[in-house]
């Protein structure tokens, strides 16, 4: 039987959320449901466990590599201009969170970006060029706090994403020290060997074109030039995943956490590990805690949604999987297999039906798009019955 094709090709040849038909079929997603001892067909519902096998490689890797085009003269086209996103987390002294605080974050160019936190003391500053900026928050409310200036590169991050923490504290703090020290927030922390940051960047682009031993290789050289270069350790527990060898990948999951506990993707990573070990209430704890450091993470509420509905935590699961796909930037489709089965479960059928309707709106040709349209068709006819 030959390859069925995929749509595109992103990591390890899959779209995140978005297997192609072969590896569904090989994983029996169209069957992944169980009825009721008595085959009713309105029992139906979603086994989680099999779903979330469906999942593999997609749901955890953050982070995929496009090679660059080429036109039939063998010449390059220009890679287009890559924009990061900058998340910023502020806090007051005691450690709560600091809404309302003012933001500024300057470019080299010198060119000011200002906002306001919300409640949660968080913002985004979305669509940024690469680059070095500096960031230092103010608190309206009361003027003597303020923080220490961060400056960052978020091109020098792994993801395209970057999470900074600003500390407000008293301005008297600031004055004892003549010459504040400039923290220097994600990487840029790091002192990372040219050397090691190159191993590190040909790892990734290995990992994008779907060599993963050349990545593991790659990003051994790295760990091996810069024992503390936790990205690495992350992105290498990824390729283990994509490889199914979740054990070699929980280890390089913790390694990275020993070394920064913050690290979102790290703590994501960690968590499936834990997904698919059973172990959910662990999962449930480190999917928390990546949302923490990244709550824009559409994958991660995703997971989250799925532990909670296997320990059949049914508000947390529906807030995860609701939350998941309101990332209009970042879909999530299987998020609405899920959303039905937990509606199933509560025996609101037609809203079961209508979360199976708009996943196979989606990709109507998927390989499970069939199976899905049987079980979506006796959900429907369960909830017209008197």
């Not at 792994?158 to 220097?184: E, F, M, Y």
């Not at 190159?198 to 790295?222: C, H, I, M, Q, Y």
Request: hydrophobic share 35%; charged share 25%; aromatic share 6%.
């Amino acid at each position: 039987m030959g390859s069925l094709p995929c749509r595109t090709r992103t990591v390890f040849g899959l779209e995140p959320f978005q297997l192609c038909a072969e590896i569904l079929l090989r994983l029996g997603v169209s069957k992944g449901f169980s009825q009721s001892p008595e085959g009713d067909a309105g029992e139906s519902s979603f086994s989680a466990v099999g779903a979330s096998l469906a999942l593999v490689l997609g749901v955890v890797l953050s982070l995929s590599t496009t090679s660059q085009a080429q036109q039939p003269g063998g010449s390059t086209i220009p890679a287009p201009i890559k924009l990061y996103n900058i998340y910023v987390q502020v806090s007051l002294p005691d450690g709560r969170p600091a809404g309302g605080t003012l933001v500024s974050m300057t470019s080299a160019s010198g060119m000011p970006r200002r906002a306001f936190t919300n409640d949660s003391g968080r913002l985004e500053f979305p669509g940024i060029p690469e680059g070095q900026y500096s960031l230092t928050a103010t608190s309206p409310s009361d003027p003597s706090l303020i923080s220490d200036v961060v400056e960052t590169n978020p091109s020098r991050t792994a993801n395209g994403n970057l999470t900074v923490q600003l500390s407000l504290r008293d301005r008297s703090d600031h004055s004892r020290d003549p010459k504040p020290g400039v923290i220097r927030a994600g990487e840029n922390e790091q002192r990372i060997p040219k050397e090691a940051r190159k191993a590190f960047n040909e790892g990734l682009r290995f990992k994008g074109n779907d060599e993963p031993l050349k990545a593991v290789g790659s990003f051994n050289r790295a760990l091996k030039l810069y024992p503390e270069y936790y990205q690495a350790f992350s992105e290498r527990g990824d390729v283990n995943v994509a490889q199914r060898q979740l054990d070699e990948a929980a280890k390089d999951f913790e390694a990275a956490l020993k070394l920064n506990p913050h690290y979102a993707p790290a703590l994501r990573g960690s968590g499936y590990c834990k997904l698919e070990k059973k172990e959910f209430a662990a999962a449930i704890d480190l999917f928390e805690k990546s949302i923490s450091a990244d709550p824009n993470n559409a994958n991660t509420h995703l997971l989250l949604g799925i532990a909670n509905l296997e320990l059949d935590r049914r508000e947390p699961a529906r807030d995860a999987l609701q939350k998941a796909l309101s990332f209009n930037t970042q879909p999530v489709p299987r998020a609405h297999i899920y959303l039905a089965n937990l509606y199933a479960r509560e025996r609101q059928y037609l809203l079961a039906a209508d979360e199976l309707h708009k996943y196979i709106e989606i990709d109507p040709r998927a390989a499970d798009a069939a199976g899905m349209r049987e079980i979506e068709a006796k959900w429907r006819a369960r909830a017209a019955a008197p």
